[in-house]
């Protein structure tokens, strides 16, 4: 089986930047972000297509602001949160799995993924 391990957390005010990374297996084909914020359902953030031509597609409420990337040679995607703001609060988790997952979000995006990680804490203070 595969072992996501995910890090970046932490705290941070209101405009500030975070940056998280997950680092996967090289039998990953696509990983994504979900966050999951007290009292409220898990919610896909962002998906990368690992390749030499990746491919990234975000929720609405992140485009512009959070960017997806990764690093081939390591196995890792990152997430880079820009202008986060305090709605963006909530545990983050980096998901993946062993195929290419292209197109837009389906109605249960998180049935997609095989693999999961631990999560990761993002606090935005006003």
Known sequence: TVRLVESGG??????????LSCVG???IRTMAWFRQAPGKE????????MGDDASEYYADSVKGRFTI????????????????????TA??????????????VALRED???????????????S
Not at 42 to 49: D, K, M, Y
């Open 10 to 19: 932490g705290s941070v005010q209101a405009g500030g930047s975070l940056r």
């Open 25 to 27: 297996s090289e039998s």
């Open 42 to 49: 898990r919610e896909w953030v962002a998906r990368i297509v």
């Open 69 to 88: 990337s990764q690093d081939k040679a390591s196995n890792t995607a990152y997430l880079l949160l820009n202008n986060l703001t305090p709605e963006d």
């Open 91 to 104: 545990m983050y988790y980096c998901a993946a799995t062993d195929v290419y997952l292209l197109g837009g």
């Open 111 to 125: 049935d997609r993924y095989k693999y999961w990680g631990q999560g990761t804490q993002i606090t935005v203070s």
